[in-house]
């Protein structure tokens, strides 16, 4: 690689330059920083708390020597470049060191949320780094935004990722970590590949470099490797989302014909449906349908039998089993006298009188012998 002329630069480009060497190199600053922030990203991961977890990437200092080596990339200055490099990957080696002792100590026997969910990278995450690395390159270039850098930190996050392969080797979760790693090459050649398309694109200067610098091209060819495992990801997360709701709407049609279309759960006055539930993970999928009665000894297993086959035949051919969670209300109250009519509220329904019963079959049949 050959430096540009030092004409085509100016005195804006030879500060950014000091900048860039000074963000590469491996300081006791670095240290401390990387320190910390693997130890709060670690804590925070293990005890589930997003805001501890945000608080590390923004301490976290490893985005000076990623920006660094995308413009040295451009510079076409090979030893700075592998300088910046070498910095990154002492960062790395501490914060796996570190991770792994902590959850050796701590051995977790399963870990919430904010560990797992930095296990399944998708194309999500490459475009979310892609453009912090160019937010974060403008900004640094252009001062006035300087204070976007903490947002771009908490945007995309490089430390978490690492913890939560530490984390992971610690208790020997090996797939899960090979994601986790998976996310941290996809922030790390997102926000490099970003940065160098901004900087060649804000720096005429370094703009003939951007296409013509083999650790570019390498850089670019590298992300797009990445499509292919983050592709399959994207597919599934979207296939999962499309079926969840899916789900979630038939679970809402049911419950709406069930209180709209059966006596059982929409008309009798002594039972009322609270909501219901459906568990796919069974075979048939199983409705487990909360209900508030006064009558312990309703809804019958009949007439569970019944709502269950209406169930079956409005989704046929998908069948469904039925379970009742019943609880039973003690309506506790005096009696009190009515009203006179010219007291009330609102006149009572107009409900046409039901016709006399019939009298049973023995009664008939003594009154026919009486006659």
């Not at 990278?121 to 974060?136: H, K, R, W, Y």
């Not at 090996?174 to 996809?186: D, E, P, R, S």
Request: proline content about 8%; hydrophobic content about 50%; charged content about 15%.
């Amino acid at each position: 690689m050959t430096s540009p002329p030092a004409s085509e630069g100016d005195d804006r480009l030879a500060a950014l330059q000091q900048e860039f060497e000074h963000d590469a190199s491996f300081s006791q600053v670095f240290v401390v920083l990387t320190v910390g922030a693997t130890l709060i990203a670690s804590l925070g991961l293990l005890a589930n708390s997003p805001g501890v977890v945000i608080g590390a990437m923004v301490v976290a200092p490893w985005i000076m020597p990623l920006e660094a080596m995308a413009f040295e990339i451009l510079r076409g200055r090979l030893p700075m470049f592998l300088r910046a490099l070498r910095t990154l990957l002492l960062g790395v080696v501490i914060c796996v060191l570190l991770a792994m002792a902590v959850g050796h100590l701590v051995a977790f026997p399963s870990f919430g949320s904010e560990v797992m969910n930095r296990t399944s990278p998708n194309l999500l995450d490459l475009g979310v780094a892609l453009v912090a690395g160019a937010v974060a390159m403008y900004a640094k270039l252009r001062k006035d935004a300087i204070s976007a850098l903490a947002g771009l930190a908490i945007a995309v996050a490089l430390v978490p990722p690492m913890c939560v392969v530490g984390i992971l080797l610690a208790s020997s979760q090996w797939v899960q970590a090979y994601g986790a790693l998976l996310l941290f090459a996809t922030n790390l050649l997102g926000i490099m590949v970003g940065s160098m398309a901004t900087l060649g694109t804000l720096e005429r200067v370094y703009r003939k470099r951007l296409w013509h610098s083999r650790l570019g091209l390498t850089s670019v060819a590298l992300t797009a490797l990445l499509v292919i495992p983050l592709g399959s990801s994207f597919v599934r997360l979207v296939t999962r989302a499309r079926l969840e709701t899916k789900a979630q709407q038939l679970e809402a049609t049911i419950e709406r014909e069930l209180r709209s279309s059966t006596i059982t759960l929409g008309s009798d006055p002594g039972i009322d449906l609270v909501g219901l539930t459906i568990d796919w993970q069974r075979n048939p999928p199983l409705i487990r349908a909360r209900v508030r009665v006064t009558d312990p000894a309703l809804p019958t297993p009949n007439q569970v039998a019944a709502v269950q086959a209406f169930i079956n035949r409005q989704q046929a051919p998908l069948r469904f089993r039925l379970v009742i969670e019943r609880t039973a209300v003690e309506l506790v109250g005096p009696d009190t006298a009515p009203n006179p009519p010219e007291l009330e509220v609102l006149p009572p329904p107009a409900v046409p009188p039901l016709p006399p019963a019939a009298p049973p079959k023995a009664e008939q049949d003594e009154g026919l012998t009486a006659r």
